[in-house]
């Protein structure tokens, strides 16, 4: 038992070792040339554009809930009314951000690691290195770019269309003034929870794009080893996102509160 733990804590640290080294690479091409400018417009369009539907339908169907939920427990305290305030703290703060890279992460980080994870077993990544291309330059670095600018604008796109979600439930269902809402969603908020909001995303779109990218690339055993790479990605992708949203909010709060 012993010697498996060792062997799984060797493996873990080594896999961590590549997955640093692969980073310092990303930051080697993203600040020399050649830069990849189409691809990197096409991962923008993939990634941002091709997640907005489920990013919309997250984000509205989550302030819903989340204003009937947090409706009937108000109303124990007679608070009904400030409702929006809740809401939009917990969207801009946490919801938000952390739905929003879940999502991202389910539909792209698994593409990105079937669609690498494919290349890898085909030698075409062999291939591009025969001919003088660095693969992460060319594949990794323009997926990377968009995950970390796409993930803020959704995250954005989220929180804007939760708080109308919210807003809809609010007036139809706890019969709250559309006015009385939306003034105790501005009362709620403070710049720091606006940064908290911005920040955020951008380490967790770098995380898990990174990640897929990373476990995409390393894919051997065929096509049933690009399915493997397909889970991992997921599974680790979602992982570091929750892990990375604590570290984070625990950062910006002392930092900015």
Request: net charge positive; aromatic share 8%.
């Amino acid at each position: 038992m012993q010697l498996i733990l060792i062997g799984w804590a060797k493996k873990a640290v080594f896999e961590v070792q590549e997955y640093v080294k692969m980073c310092t690479a990303l930051g080697r091409a993203a600040t020399s040339r050649p830069f990849y400018y189409r691809d990197a417009i096409e991962q923008l369009d993939a990634i941002g554009v091709g997640s907005l539907t489920v990013v919309l339908l997250t984000g509205g169907f989550t302030g819903a809930v989340l204003a009937l939920q947090s409706g009937m427990t108000l109303d124990q305290f007679g608070a009904r009314s400030v409702v929006g305030r809740l809401i939009s703290a917990s969207m801009i703060k946490e919801l938000g951000p952390v739905l929003t890279a879940l999502m991202v992460t389910g539909r792209v980080g698994s593409g990105i690691a079937a669609e690498l994870g494919s290349m890898a077993v085909t030698d075409q990544l062999n291939a591009l290195r025969a001919l003088g291309t660095d693969p992460v330059r060319k594949l990794a670095l323009p997926r990377v770019i968009a995950g970390v600018v796409m993930v803020p604008i959704l995250t954005v796109i989220s929180d804007f269309v939760g708080i109308v979600g919210a807003w809809v439930t609010t007036v139809t269902q706890l019969r709250v003034a559309s006015s009385v809402y939306w003034n105790s969603v501005v009362m709620g908020l403070w710049i720091q929870d606006i940064w908290m909001g911005l920040i955020k995303p951008v380490f967790l779109g770098f995380a898990l794009v990174s990640i897929a990218c990373f476990v995409g690339m390393r894919t051997t055993g065929g096509t049933q080893g690009v399915g493997r790479s397909t889970t991992q990605a997921v599974v680790a992708g979602s992982v570091a996102v929750l892990v990375l949203d604590f570290i984070i909010t625990k950062l910006l709060i002392s930092l900015l509160y």
